[in-house]
Every structure is written in structure tokens, then in C-alpha cells.
């Protein structure tokens, strides 16, 4: 199996900051990468896949790059909303799997 | 706009079954591939099992294959994830997921349901 590893694990940040994520798979998975957001006690949220194609709806102010084995997802500028967990997922080749999670804090 | 409902979540013993369905409406539904993802207490996500959009082909998770099966109806656009010989490490939230793409790992998930959870325990 693919291992995904994010990187931090969590971060603390403020209203306004510029946050990046950091995903790294344990091999070549090209760009068959997704994001999900998670809030406490909700379903996950799609944000991106194919490591940089925002999902319908999904505000601008996220990006996703990488390809290969490492890939960054950019909150431009942090909103009181967006403090959330955030997912890795790729989908390269079964079983898909994802990243332990980053967890964004105020 | 894309729904997806689940159901059929609870307390059950270890050893028991049990089925969870999701309702689907809001897009064509034998288009896309459908998927179960859970999530246990307090951990992140493991994908668990897929279907694709014709029904024709599945998938699963080594730790639940030869004991969980998916299916699909169209005539009442629902998937569904029957459950069997259940342990406590089934114990999650499982959300039902519907993929962006007919075949599988084609696209990932891009709208998920709200979670049912399934509680496994005497």
C-alpha cells in the first residue's frame, strides 16, 4: 500500500495568515492527488483533486501543486472558517489512501 | 444538488451484521462510481469499499473484504454496504461517497453524506 505522510501533523495560525500543508507519498503516484477539509463532527469536504483542480465551489483562495511524491495545499488567507482538519487522499492505485490529517488551529 | 443520505447505522454485537444504505439524488446516478469511507473515533479516514457506476465491478479494503459487500440499485438510486461478522474495530462513522468518475480511481470522492454511525460492542 501507498503511505501518505503529512506534514505538521497540526499548526496553529491567525486570521489572515498564509498556511501550506504538506503531503508526501511513499512512491510515484503522478498527480492522482485529492484534498479534503474536515470540521468537527461533519462529513468531509472535496477541495481538490488531480493535485491542483479546485472541486466545484471551492473558493480560490485554496491551491493544491506537486506531482510525483510531494504536494502542498495553500490557504492563501485563513479565515475563521477554514480552521478545520485537512486530508490527503491519492488515488493512484488501490487501496486508496490517505494522510494521517493536519489539523488547523486558531 | 447532489444528496446523499445514509442509514441503517447503530449498536450492534460483535459478531452480528447489519446494512447501511444511502439514498442518492441530484445527479445521474449509474454515471458514477459510489464509495464507503470510515472513520473510527477520534482517527482520520480509511477508504473501505467501492463500486462503479455500472455496478458491475467492486472493490474493498483488505480489512473488511470477505465480510462486507457493496451493492447498488438504480431503480431506487441507493448503494448499499452489507455488514457481517463485525468486530469492535469496525466501530466508526462510515460515510458514503459518490466518486467523480463512472470507473473507479478515475476521480475521488467529490460529494460525501452526512455519516451513520456503527457502534460494535456487548
Known amino acids: 500500500d501507498i503511505q501518505m505522510t503529512q506534514s505538521p501533523s497540526s499548526l496553529s495560525a491567525s486570521v489572515g495568515d498564509r498556511v501550506t500543508i504538506t503531503c508526501r507519498a511513499s512512491q510515484d503516484i503522478s498527480n492522482y492527488l485529492a484534498w479534503f477539509q474536515q470540521k468537527p463532527g461533519k462529513a468531509p469536504k472535496s477541495l481538490i483533486y488531480?493535485?491542483?483542480t479546485l472541486q466545484s465551489g471551492v473558493p480560490s483562495k485554496f491551491s493544491g501543486s506537486g506531482s510525483g511524491t510531494d504536494f502542498t495545499l495553500t490557504i492563501s488567507s485563513l479565515q475563521p472558517e477554514d480552521f478545520a482538519t485537512y486530508y490527503c487522499q491519492q488515488y493512484s492505485s488501490s487501496p486508496p489512501t490517505f494522510g494521517g490529517g493536519t489539523k488547523v488551529e486558531i | 444538488e447532489v444528496q446523499l443520505l445514509e442509514s441503517g447505522g447503530g449498536l450492534v454485537q460483535p459478531g452480528g451484521s447489519l446494512r447501511l444504505s444511502c439514498a442518492a439524488s441530484g445527479f445521474a446516478f449509474s454515471s458514477y462510481a459510489m464509495s464507503w469511507v470510515r472513520q473510527a473515533p477520534g482517527k482520520g479516514l480509511e477508504w473501505v469499499s467501492s463500486i462503479t457506476g455500472s455496478g458491475f465491478s467492486t472493490y474493498y479494503a483488505d480489512s473488511v473484504k470477505g465480510r462486507f459487500t457493496i451493492s447498488r440499485e438504480k431503480s431506487n438510486n441507493t448503494v448499499y454496504l452489507q455488514m457481517k461478522s463485525l468486530s469492535a474495530e469496525d466501530t466508526a462513522v462510515y460515510y458514503c461517497?459518490?466518486?467523480?468518475?463512472?470507473?473507479?480511481?478515475?476521480?475521488?470522492?467529490?460529494?460525501w453524506g452526512q455519516g451513520t454511525l456503527v457502534t460494535v460492542s456487548s
Open positions: 488531480a493535485a491542483s
Open positions: 461517497a459518490k466518486d467523480g468518475a463512472s470507473q473507479w480511481l478515475v476521480r475521488p470522492p467529490d460529494y
